[in-house]
């Protein structure tokens, strides 16, 4: 089984900055492209930022010169640095990844949701 496990979540006020971690573990062989989404209340989920197994990079409109996604392969993780951050960021943060399992399917998997909360 292959699980994600999110962390790094919190209070922040408005102007300052948070960075969201995201570990894969349990079995399986490749992890390709990474990602984070967010849900805010009465939202729907939207894409955040994707970064490829090679390191190439997408963002929203709505977070790009603010935050910046990358990744360690060696730790398995995901990172995703948010700075300068507005209350209109406040939402749950979930990761996602495309991994390859022993089973050698490659499926979607999320992690469990971070909270991030900008006050005003």
């Known amino acids: 089984q292959v699980q994600l496990v999110e962390s790094g979540g919190g209070l922040v006020q408005t102007g300052g900055s948070l960075t969201l971690s995201c570990a894969a573990s349990?079995?399986?062989?490749?992890?390709?492209?990474m990602g984070w989404y967010r849900q805010a209340p009465g939202n729907e989920r939207e894409l955040v930022a994707t970064?490829?197994?090679?390191?190439?990079?997408t963002y929203a409109d709505s977070v790009k010169g603010r935050f910046t996604i990358s990744r360690d392969n060696a730790k398995n993780t995901v990172y995703l640095q948010m700075i300068s951050l507005k209350p209109e960021d406040t939402a749950v943060y979930y990761c996602?990844?495309?991994?390859?399992?022993?089973?050698?399917?490659?499926?979607?998997?999320w992690g469990q949701g971070t909270q991030v909360t900008v006050s005003s």
């Open positions: 996602n990844s495309k991994i390859r399992s022993i089973h050698w399917s490659i499926d979607d998997y």
């Open positions: 349990g079995s399986f062989f490749t992890i390709y492209d």
């Open positions: 970064i490829s197994s090679v390191g190439t990079t």
